[in-house]
């Protein structure tokens, strides 16, 4: 089993959808949560952590459920730029020192 | 303030060829980190700095990739000799804290 697992996708989604992606990962002494976005063929970019109580940043939601080691998140009204790769990331335990696992990823086009 | 730098963008090369990437991180940022990413894929660690030691190495190939960071900044990534599956983009990373900052990544395509 992969330790960070996302929905494959393609999501194609019109302007001012809502969508939203799920993340499982494994370990469940995983310590921090990300979501990274990613651009055609530009490098990861963060674009928010994820804890516990969720978090909100303007248009986006992302929650933390730790029981369940799952991660999740909600981009509201759609924009034409929104259109990326979406990275899960978990920093598992690894005796103090930052690690980042990626998922695969899930690929967002937005249409007009 | 500056970002992540890495030379070069792109390089191709045939299998069984010896290549090197380079990398300048951030000012400061004692973490550097080495990333494999695969078409499809999500970037996969490759080696860890803490300075100039190795914090974690478990899945560089080590009977063809080597990483070093003397002076505890700058870091090369090696690759001796290459195989038409290690065809895919290098990035380096730095962070202070938790926050890592990717550079633009090295394009490696193997014939």
């Known amino acids: 089993r992969k330790e960070v697992e996302q929905d494959p996708g393609p999501f194609n989604v019109p302007e001012g959808a809502t969508v939203a992606f799920n993340c499982t990962y494994s370990n469940s002494a995983s310590q921090s949560f990300f979501w990274y976005r990613q651009d055609c063929r530009k490098e990861p970019k963060l674009l928010m952590s994820?804890?516990?109580s969720g978090n909100e940043d303007g248009r986006f939601t992302a929650q933390l459920n730790r029981a369940s080691q799952y991660i999740s998140l909600l981009i509201r009204d759609s924009k034409l730029s929104d259109s990326a790769t979406y990275l899960c990331?978990?920093?598992?335990?690894?005796?103090?020192?930052?690690?980042?696992?990626f998922g695969a990823g899930t690929r967002l086009a937005v249409h007009p | 303030e500056a970002g992540v730098a890495q030379s070069p963008r792109y390089k191709i090369i045939e299998k069984r060829q010896s290549v090197a990437f380079w990398c300048n991180p951030i000012?400061?940022?004692?973490?550097l980190y080495w990333y494999q990413q695969i078409l499809g894929q999500g970037p996969k660690l490759l080696i860890q700095?803490?300075?100039?030691?190795?914090?974690?190495d478990s899945q560089l190939p080590k009977d063809r990739f080597s990483a070093e960071r003397l002076k505890g900044v700058d870091s090369t990534l090696k690759i001796q000799p290459a195989k038409l599956e290690d065809s895919a983009v290098y990035l380096c990373?730095?962070?202070?804290?938790?926050?890592?900052?990717f550079g633009p990544g090295t394009r490696l395509t193997v014939l």
């Open positions: 700095f803490q300075n100039n030691g190795v914090v974690d």
């Open positions: 990373a730095s962070s202070f804290g938790e926050m890592e900052f």
């Open positions: 000012s400061g940022h004692a973490t």
């Open positions: 994820v804890y516990s």
């Open positions: 990331v978990v920093t598992p335990t690894s005796g103090g020192y930052n690690k980042l696992i």
